[in-house]
């Protein structure tokens, strides 16, 4: 963060100080939640969770260096005192970017945020010092931790943005204003919170209502929910997409044997080819969103293009693509899942076959309400119309409607079956995986399908020590 008194802190959040000699020591190092973080000249936020209260912690990070505690009562050390130590957090955050003055570039959807912030941050990196959301540290606390990283030598700041209701957004656009807007899609990722793809719609929307004048939306030309939202804003908008009436669009699209996009990308500035390192014919519109922003802030087709093509995935348990001493692929894709996403992979696994044997081993997708029925059964239709050689699903009810899915699609029992937890996943896999497999792991956070993942890294591993 940018150095602050806490006095300037205290008079920004509205707080009162408790035992600090000195009001004037700045506070030189980040702004952190987690006690570990903590170090010289930090700043440590004490909230109070369900199992864990932050102000428990509080001398302790005193010890490790940390200038004072934000906390919502007295601690015994420096500390500043507020009411709401979320809200104090927002306000801080808010000054410290209207004091910086930096590019700010917000996006959100229901797929692919993650995914496409990681590639914007890499392509506007080569550009100029890039602050972006770590992960999917997207919501009411994560992005203000976020923009608080920045600093008098960040040009950009690159802001992921979730929602789980409406005004979600409007609240986040109210912390850090953007001046770049960009909606990826409209999908089914939280349909069971939102009742339907229209809400959802009018939720995400409220980022392009944030926008200045003189700001720009950058909005898929390929989703009719997403293009409408150009009704919604006063700034410039530029569109995105394989339509050919967008701005920045994608020709010649193919995958290459591995499973690799490769595309022309077309810019107002120019074309370029791009192929990608990343997995799955999903990652073009992603790619073409990055280079929408990345054109709206002045970097040409060839210098766009080239930075997709090294571009790499910066945050974990997406589409990690590992092979195993003995040949054996795993895809670890199992940080979340929707429709959406879970279809992407599907048609990205098929890709990377290639004539190998497929796995897919799926899960739950949460929060789809009265659609989970109807998804799940559809997800394990697809899988079988892709030729998956096995699909393996895990866990309870939900994970029996993708195998029936799969069965009434004409997997009779052989390319299909159903197993109770991780464990009995990974005991099939280990009983069954040949050289050249190729093993999707997909679902919903809550189900930690990462640990099959990780099971069949480590056996993979076990395997060659074996052998040698």
Do not use: C
């Amino acid at each position: 963060m940018i150095a602050l008194s806490l006095a300037e802190i205290a008079e920004v959040v509205g707080g009162q100080t408790y035992d600090i000699p000195d009001p004037s020591v700045r506070v030189t190092g980040p702004v952190v939640r987690d006690s570990r973080e903590a170090g010289p000249g930090s700043l440590f936020v004490a909230f109070v969770g369900e199992r864990v209260d932050g102000h428990d912690f509080a001398r302790q990070v005193v010890e490790t260096g940390a200038v004072a505690v934000l906390a919502s009562r007295p601690v015994g050390v420096p500390a500043i005192v507020v009411e709401d130590v979320q809200t104090a957090l927002g306000a801080l955050a808010r000054h410290v970017v209207a004091k910086l003055g930096t590019t700010l570039v917000a996006l959100t959807g229901s797929a692919g945020k993650t995914s496409t912030k990681d590639l914007i941050a890499q392509v506007l990196q080569r550009k100029a010092p890039t602050v972006w959301t770590p992960g999917s540290l997207n919501n009411e606390i994560g992005l203000p931790l976020t923009a608080l990283g920045a600093t008098e030598e960040t040009r950009f700041l690159v802001l992921e943005m979730g929602a789980r209701g409406i005004g979600h957004i409007r609240y986040l656009a109210g912390l850090t204003p953007p001046k770049i807007g960009l909606v990826l899609n409209v999908g089914s990722a939280h349909i069971g919170e939102f009742g339907g793809r229209e809400q959802i719609a009018l939720a995400k929307g409220e980022l392009v209502e944030a926008l200045p004048e003189e700001g720009a939306a950058i909005l898929n030309a390929d989703d009719p929910l997403v293009r409408a939202m150009a009704s919604r804003t006063k700034a410039k908008v530029l569109l995105f997409g394989e339509s050919g009436e967008a701005d920045v669009r994608a020709e010649n699209v193919r995958l290459t044997d591995s499973g690799q996009p490769a595309f022309r990308l077309h810019t107002p500035s120019g074309a370029s080819d791009v192929t990608m390192r990343l997995y799955g014919e999903h990652h073009v519109s992603n790619a073409l969103a990055a280079a929408a922003v990345a054109h709206e802030l002045g970097m040409s087709a060839e210098e766009i293009a080239t930075a997709l093509s090294e571009a790499g995935s910066l945050s974990r348990w997406r589409m990690e693509v590992t092979e195993r001493p003995d040949g054996v692929t795993i895809v670890n894709d199992a940080y979340n899942a929707n429709p959406e996403s879970m279809r992407a992979a599907l048609r990205a696994l098929a890709a990377m076959g290639n004539g190998r044997r497929t796995w897919a081993v799926l899960g739950k997708m949460a929060e789809l309400g009265g659609e989970a029925l109807a998804e799940h059964d559809a997800v394990g239709r697809l899988a079988v119309r892709l030729n998956v050689s096995k699909l393996v699903a895990v866990g309870g009810r939900e994970a029996s409607w993708l195998q029936l899915g799969a069965y009434n699609e004409g997997s009779w029992g052989e390319e299909s079956v159903h197993v109770s937890d991780a464990q009995a996943a990974v005991d099939l896999l280990r009983s069954e995986l040949r050289p050249g497999d190729v093993v999707l792991v997909k679902a919903s956070r809550s189900v930690g399908l990462e640990s099959v993942a990780q099971a069949l890294l480590d056996s993979g591993v076990e395997g060659e020590v074996a052998a040698r």
